[in-house]
């Protein structure tokens, strides 16, 4: 098992910018394939951002391009999710994920494609 452990969340009003970390406990943060994925009640959870292993391909989906930034710091051990002009829409619990890989450049978006999972953080927008 992999502990990660999500942060950052929060009330903020629409418009508004947010920045979610992960930490992930172990020494082979660098093998992973990283992702973020939300859930709002009473819907699956969709795929959000995901990133390779050393941060050089991402990928995101459609209603938050441009807006939100997927990122991350090995030596740190931390996945990053700087959000920006949020909106309602974006309400839902954030959670991180991992999967670790041998190629360098691969990006996963669904949910069955990660193996370890944090247990999330809440972000709520308000208009």
């Known amino acids: 098992q992999v502990p990660l452990v999500e942060s950052g969340g929060g009330l903020v009003q629409a418009g508004d910018s947010l920045r979610l970390s992960c930490v992930v406990s172990?020494?082979?943060?660098?093998?992973?394939?990283m992702g973020w994925f939300r859930q709002a009640p009473g819907k699956e959870r969709e795929f959000v951002a995901a990133?390779?292993?050393?941060?050089?391909?991402?990928q995101y989906t459609d209603s938050v391009k441009g807006r939100f930034f997927i990122s991350r710091e090995n030596g740190r051990n931390t996945l990053f999710l700087q959000m920006n002009s949020l909106e309602r829409e974006d309400t839902a619990a954030y959670y991180c994920?991992?999967?670790?890989?041998?190629?360098?450049?691969?990006?996963?978006?669904?949910?069955?494609?990660?193996?370890?999972w944090g247990q999330g953080t809440q972000v709520t927008v308000s208009s």
């Open positions: 990133i390779s292993q050393i941060g050089g391909r991402t």
């Open positions: 172990g020494r082979t943060f660098s093998h992973y394939a």
């Open positions: 994920a991992a999967r670790e890989v041998l190629n360098i450049a691969a990006v996963f978006t669904a949910t069955d494609d990660y193996t370890y």
